[in-house]
C-alpha cells in the first residue's frame, strides 16, 4: 500500500527532481594487516584514512592484501580513534594517502591532514565536499557534457525567494517554471539524505511512495553501477535497485546476485569523464539506461566492487603501479614500468594469476577450397591442345577447369602419356614426364 506523506512544498527539506537511486549499502569485513618478512630498507607507505567500518570491509581488506604484494608499498590503517579524536599532527606519516567521507568522517580534519603532510592523493578530498551535495554533482556533469536526466532544483532558501517557486498540480508540479508530469523522483540536495520519494499521477491511484535504501531481501528495480580505478578502467554490474517493493535476489550463500554488464564505447567515455571531473580514481556511479541513452542519475565517490576477485585483482594492480609510477623515482627505487596495459584483467587459476584472453583473431580462408598447390608446365602433346578447344578455350583466349569431369580428363591424358612413355622414345614424352608424374 503505497503511504502519502506532505507534499514537497510542505517539508522543510531542499529538494530536486530527478528519475534515479541512492547509493549502495555498506559491507562489513574483518581487520585488516600487511606485514611483510623482509621488507627492503626503504618502503612506500600508503596511508588509508577512512572510518573503521569502511577500511575493515571485505572489499579493502582484499584489496589492501593484494597491494601488499608489492615489494616496496606497506600499508598503514589509521585507526578510527586517532582520525576522531586526535589532532591531524599526530596522524601517522604516509607517502600516498586513500581517504575519503562517509558517515561521521571529519573531512575538514583529513584536507588539513593533506595540506600538513602533502602525500599523493588517490582521491581528491576537496572535491568529496561537492560529491556531498547533489546540486554540484549536476552542475559538474553539465559543465563536462555528460548526460543526466532532466531536472530542477529547488532551494527553500529565504534569501533567494525566487528560486523557491513551486506550483503543485493534480498531476503534475512545476519548479520555477519547469513543469514535470507526474510520476517523477524527488531528492534531498544532501547526499547522505535518503529520504528520497516518488510521485504518481491519478491514473496510477496518486500519492507518493518513500523509496527505501536497500534493508534485508527487500528492494526493485535493476540499475547499471559503474566502478572506475583510474580513467581506463570500469568494472560495471546490474542488480536490483533500491525502488519500490520486492525482493534482492540472493544465491546460495545469501549473497545479493549482481551480473556483469558490457558497457559501451560511450559509456566507458561518460567513466573516464566521471573519475577526470571528480577527480576520484577510485569513483563509483549509477547510469540509466533508456531508449537508447545512458544518464549518469548519481555520482557516490569512493565504492568498491564486492564480491569480485577479478576486479580486487584488477584494482590492487592498477593502484599499486600509479604509486609506485608517482613515487618511485622520488625516493630512487628500482622500479620499472610494467610494459602490459594496467587495466589488463588478471583471473585467479590453481597454478596463480594470470592475463584473461580477450580474444582471438584468426585469417581462415573459404572452407569449399583447398590451400592452393600451384605447378606451371609446357604442354606439347595433341590431346591437351584437343581439350582446349574442346572447352572453348581458343574462343576465350584462355581456360580453367574446375568441374571434376574435366579436371578427370586431364588425369586421363597424363596417365596416357605415361603409360606411352615406356612404350616408345618419345622425347617430347620424355622431357616432361617428371611434371605429368606430379
Not at 552542475?139 to 527553500?156: F, K, M, S
Not at 534531498?188 to 491519478?202: F, K, T
Not at 582446349?388 to 597424363?414: N, R, T
Amino acid at each position: 500500500m503505497m503511504s502519502n506523506p506532505s507534499s514537497p512544498h510542505q517539508r522543510g527539506a531542499s529538494a530536486f527532481f530527478l528519475g534515479c537511486d541512492d547509493e549502495e549499502g555498506n559491507e562489513d569485513g574483518g581487520s585488516f594487516d600487511c606485514a611483510s618478512d623482509s621488507p627492503p630498507e626503504r618502503q612506500i607507505v600508503v596511508g588509508i584514512c577512512c572510518m573503521m567500518k569502511k577500511s575493515n570491509s571485505k572489499p579493502m581488506t582484499q584489496i589492501l592484501e593484494r597491494l601488499c604484494r608489492f615489494e616496496y608499498i606497506t600499508v598503514s590503517v589509521f585507526p578510527e580513534d586517532v582520525i576522531l579524536n586526535e589532532p591531524v599532527e599526530k596522524w601517522p606519516r604516509c607517502d600516498c594517502l586513500i581517504s575519503f567521507h562517509s558517515k561521521g568522517f571529519p573531512l575538514d580534519k583529513a584536507v588539513s591532514y593533506a595540506k600538513l603532510r602533502n602525500p599523493l592523493l588517490i582521491n581528491d578530498l576537496n572535491m568529496q565536499y561537492f560529491i556531498q551535495d547533489r546540486r554540484e554533482v549536476y552542475r559538474i556533469l553539465q559543465e563536462e557534457g555528460i548526460d543526466l536526466p532532466r531536472y530542477a532544483v529547488l532551494n527553500r532558501d529565504p534569501d533567494t525567494p525566487e528560486e523557491c517557486n513551486l506550483v503543485e498540480g493534480e498531476d503534475q508540479v512545476e519548479v520555477n517554471g519547469d513543469v514535470f508530469q507526474k510520476p517523477f523522483v524527488e531528492k534531498p540536495v544532501c547526499a547522505e539524505d535518503h529520504n528520497v520519494y516518488i510521485y504518481y499521477p491519478s491514473s496510477a491511484g496518486g500519492g507518493s511512495q518513500r523509496l527505501f535504501r536497500k534493508i534485508g531481501s527487500r528492494s526493485n528495480g535493476t540499475d547499471v553501477k559503474v566502478y572506475t580505478v583510474g580513467p581506463d578502467y570500469a568494472h560495471a554490474e546490474a542488480r536490483k535497485s533500491p525502488a519500490l517493493d520486492g525482493k534482492v535476489e540472493r544465491d546460495s550463500e545469501g549473497k545479493e546476485i549482481r551480473y556483469p554488464v558490457m558497457l559501451t564505447a560511450m559509456e566507458k567515455l561518460v567513466a573516464r569523464k566521471v573519475c577526470l571531473a571528480f577527480k576520484q580514481t577510485v569513483c563509483g556511479f549509477d547510469l540509466l539506461r533508456a531508449n537508447g541513452h545512458s544518464f549518469v542519475c548519481d555520482v557516490n565517490g569512493f565504492s568498491f566492487v564486492k564480491n569480485s576477485m577479478k576486479y580486487y585483482d584488477d584494482c590492487a594492480k592498477i593502484l599499486g603501479n600509479m604509486v609506485m609510477r608517482e613515487l618511485a623515482p622520488q625516493f630512487h627505487i628500482p622500479w620499472s614500468i610494467p610494459t602490459e596495459a594496467e587495466d589488463i584483467p588478471i583471473v585467479p587459476t590453481t597454478s596463480g594469476t594470470m592475463m584473461e584472453l580477450r580474444c582471438v583473431i584468426a585469417v581462415i580462408r573459404h572452407g569449399d577450397r583447398t590451400p592452393k598447390q600451384k605447378m606451371k608446365m609446357e604442354v606439347r602433346n595433341s590431346m591437351f591442345f584437343d581439350l582446349f578447344g574442346k572447352y572453348g578455350g581458343y574462343k576465350k583466349g584462355k581456360l580453367k577447369l574446375k568441374k571434376p569431369k574435366q579436371l578427370q580428363e586431364v588425369l586421363d591424358i597424363a596417365r596416357q602419356l605415361l603409360a606411352d612413355v615406356g612404350q616408345h622414345s618419345d622425347c617430347e614424352i620424355e622431357e616432361k614426364s617428371q611434371n605429368l608424374g606430379n
